[in-house]
C-alpha cells in the first residue's frame, strides 16, 4: 500500500549537521549519567514526567504537527492505554511492563475505529470531535464496572525504594523518548512525512497528485494511537493508582498541544524543546510564584510564544537558518506570494 | 458530436454538471488520443475549469461518462485516477510550499508499488533537470518565484510517469522564459514518454501551435473540436470566444 523511503537531502554542511547531532548525542550521555548518578529524587521524577510527555508529545506530532491534524483528544488513547494495563493486572495479574504493548495495540485499535468517522473532518471540527469523545470516554470510564467506576483501579507499586522507582521510569521514558524520536526523524524524512505535510498545506491537491489521505491519516493516526497507548500503560504501573478524572484529564491533551506548538509542531526537535520548557516554565513558576497568579504568567508567557515566535522554537531556528543560506537568485521572477 | 474512438485514451462522453440553476457543462463530448495535445479554449465561465474538476474525479457529473484507458472513471477518488495514469495542474500553482522541490516530488510516489530509493531520487532529480530546477533541489518551494512553482507543479505531476496531464491556465501570468521551458517540456513529455495532454489556456496562438485537436467550450457546451486551426475559423467559436477584429472604416 505505501511504498516509504528517506528523502535525500543535502542542505547545510556536513561539518554543521555533524555539529548538531554531536549536542543532541551529548545531552543524551549527560541525561543518561544523570539517570545513573543522580540522587535527587524530586528531579529525577520532574524528568522523567518531561520524557513521558515528550513521548506524547511525539506522538501527537505525527498527525497534529505534520498533518496539520489537531488532536485535542490525545489524552483519549492514553487513557485506554492505562485502564489497559490497569484491567489486565486487575483480573489477570499480568504486569504492566509486560501488557504495555497490549495497551499500545487496543489504543491503535480504538484510533483506527475513533478514526473512521473523525479523520474525515477537517479544521475546527476535528479539533472539537476528538475534544468530546474524550469526555465521552472518561463517562464511560466513570459507568463500566470493568474499571471500577470512580473508585479507580490500584496497581502493585513496586517493591523498590522511591529513588529507585523513578530511576526505573526515568530510563523507561528515555529510552521511549528515543525509540520514538527515531521514528518521528524516519518519518519526517521520508515521503510518507511528505505526505502528512502536503495534506497539511493543501489536502485537496495531496489527494490529486496520488496520496490515498485517508489512509495515510488512518494509519499515521493509529502509529501515534500505539505510542500513546504504550505510554499511558506505563504511566499506570507508575503512579500505581488510576481513576476517570485524572487519567482521562483533558489538561494532558492540552500541554501536549502546547508543548508541540511551543517546541515546534511539525518537527523532530520541537517536542524535546517544548515538553521541557513547558513542564519546567510552569513548575518553576508554581514554586515561585504562589498562587493562582502562575498560570495567568504561563498562559502570557504561551500567548507571547505563538505571538511573537510562530512556529515555536524550531519555527525560529528554521527561519535563522534559511535567512543565513539564502542566496541571489537569477531565475527570473520573484518568490510567489 | 461522437465519443472517440477505440484508441482514445480519455473519453468525455455526454458530461453534463449543474451547480443549482445554473448549467455549468452541457453535454460535452470529445476525446484525448495517446500521445496527443488537445488544448481546450472557451470564454472565462464557460466550464473549462470544472470540466477538468470532473475528469480529476473532485466533481461527480450530474450525467455522461468518463472513461480512461477504458475504465470508467465514476466514483473514484482522485488518488485512484492518478494511480490510473491520471494528472494534473492548476490555475495557481498548488506546490506544497514548505516542502523542498525534491520532497515535493517524492509526495506522488508514496504509493508507488515497489518503487526503490534510489530510481526514484534519479526520477526525481532528473524531472528537476528537465524543467531547469535543479540547483533548487533543496530549497523550500515558498521560496521559488511563482513561475519556478509553475515548473516544479509541472515536474511533480510527470514524476509517476502519467499517461494523461490535464494542465489548467499554465501559461497565465507566467514569464516568456518559463512558458517556452513549459511548452518544450510539454512537447518532449508526448514524444518520449508518450504522454497525453489536455491544455486549458487563454493563449490561443501557443495552443494552436502545439495540439494535434482542439476542443472550445461556450456556456458549459462544445461550440467546435477538431483540427485547431479549423477550430479557431468557426463562426461559433469566433463569436462566442475569440471575437472579430473590427473592420478600419
Known amino acids: 500500500m505505501f511504498s516509504v523511503f528517506l528523502i535525500p537531502t543535502s542542505t547545510g554542511s556536513r561539518a554543521a549537521a555533524a555539529a548538531v547531532w554531536a549536542a543532541w548525542v551529548a545531552v543524551l550521555i549527560g541525561l543518561a549519567a544523570y539517570g545513573l548518578f543522580g540522587t535527587r529524587l524530586f528531579l529525577l521524577s520532574t524528568l522523567a514526567t518531561v520524557f513521558m510527555y515528550a513521548v506524547l508529545t511525539q506522538a501527537w506530532n505525527l498527525l497534529g504537527g505534520y498533518g496539520g491534524y489537531l488532536n485535542f483528544g490525545l489524552v483519549t488513547f492514553f487513557g485506554i492505554g492505562a485502564y489497559t494495563t490497569g484491567i489486565l493486572f486487575q483480573y489477570y495479574e499480568l504486569s504492566p511492563f509486560l501488557t504495555a504493548p497490549v495497551a499500545g495495540l487496543v489504543a491503535a485499535i480504538a484510533g483506527l475505529l475513533i478514526g473512521f468517522p473523525t479523520l474525515r473532518l477537517r479544521g475546527a471540527y476535528f479539533a472539537l470531535v476528538t475534544m468530546i469523545i474524550t469526555f465521552a470516554v472518561q463517562i464511560l470510564a466513570l459507568n463500566l464496572t470493568i474499571t471500577q467506576g470512580a473508585l479507580g483501579i490500584y496497581l502493585p507499586r513496586l517493591p523498590l525504594s522511591p529513588l529507585a522507582v523513578e530511576r526505573l521510569f526515568y530510563f523507561v521514558f528515555l529510552g521511549l523518548l528515543v525509540l520514538v524520536t527515531a521514528v518521528v526523524w524516519a518519518v519526517q524524512h521520508s515521503n510518507i512525512g511528505g505526505a502528512l505535510v502536503a495534506i497539511r498545506e493543501d489536502e485537496d491537491a495531496a489527494e490529486i497528485v496520488g496520496v490515498r489521505t485517508v489512509e495515510v491519516k488512518w494509519a499515521v493516526n493509529a502509529v501515534s494511537c500505539f505510542i500513546v497507548g504504550v505510554t499511558g500503560g506505563l504511566y499506570a504501573q507508575r503512579i500505581a493508582y488510576i481513576e476517570p478524572t485524572g487519567t482521562f484529564s483533558f489538561d494532558i491533551s492540552l500541554n501536549v498541544v502546547l508543548m508541540a506548538v511551543i517546541g515546534g509542531a511539525g518537527t523532530w526537535q520541537g517536542p524535546l524543546i517544548g515538553a521541557p520548557v513547558v513542564l519546567l516554565v510552569a513548575d518553576l513558576l508554581r514554586v515561585t510564584v504562589t498562587s493562582e497568579v502562575n498560570r495567568v504568567i504561563f498562559s502570557l508567557i504561551v500567548i507571547l510564544i505563538a505571538l511573537f515566535v510562530p512556529g515555536g522554537v524550531m519555527g525560529a531556528v528554521s527561519r535563522w537558518r534559511r535567512a543565513r543560506a539564502a542566496k541571489p537568485d537569477d531565475v527570473s521572477g520573484s518568490p510567489a506570494p | ?249
Open chain 2, 1 to 249: 458530436m461522437s465519443a472517440a474512438g477505440a484508441e482514445a485514451l480519455l473519453t468525455i462522453d455526454g458530461v453534463g454538471k449543474r451547480f443549482g440553476g445554473v448549467a455549468a457543462v452541457r453535454d460535452v463530448s470529445f476525446s484525448v488520443a495517446d500521445r496527443s495535445v488537445v488544448g481546450l479554449i472557451g470564454p472565462n465561465g464557460s466550464g473549462k475549469t470544472t470540466l477538468l474538476n470532473i475528469v480529476n474525479g473532485v466533481l461527480a457529473p450530474d450525467r455522461g461518462e468518463i472513461r480512461l484507458g477504458g475504465s470508467a472513471t465514476a466514483g473514484r477518488r482522485p488518488s485512484d485516477l492518478a494511480a490510473l495514469g491520471l494528472a494534473r495542474t492548476f490555475q495557481a500553482a498548488r506546490v506544497f510550499r514548505t516542502l523542498t522541490a525534491m520532497q515535493n516530488l517524492f509526495v506522488p510516489l508514496l504509493h508507488q508499488k515497489a518503487l526503490e530509493r534510489r530510481a526514484a531520487h534519479r526520477r526525481a532529480f532528473d524531472l528537476l533537470v528537465f524543467v531547469g530546477l535543479e540547483r533548487h533541489a533543496d530549497r523550500v518551494a515558498s521560496e521559488l518565484s511563482g513561475g519556478q512553482q509553475r515548473l516544479l507543479e509541472f515536474a511533480r505531476t510527470l514524476v509517476t510517469r502519467p499517461r494523461i496531464v490535464l494542465m489548467d491556465e499554465p501559461f497565465a501570468g507566467v514569464h516568456p522564459q518559463i512558458k517556452a521551458t513549459l511548452i518544450r517540456c510539454i512537447r518532449e513529455t508526448v514524444s518520449r514518454e508518450g504522454a497525453s495532454f489536455l491544455i486549458v489556456s487563454h493563449e490561443v496562438p501557443d495552443l494552436v501551435a502545439m495540439s494535434d485537436r482542439m476542443v472550445c467550450l461556450v456556456e458549459g457546451a462544445v461550440a467546435a473540436w477538431g483540427a485547431p486551426a479549423d477550430v479557431v475559423q468557426e463562426e461559433k467559436v469566433i463569436d462566442g470566444y475569440l471575437g472579430r477584429s473590427e473592420e478600419p472604416a
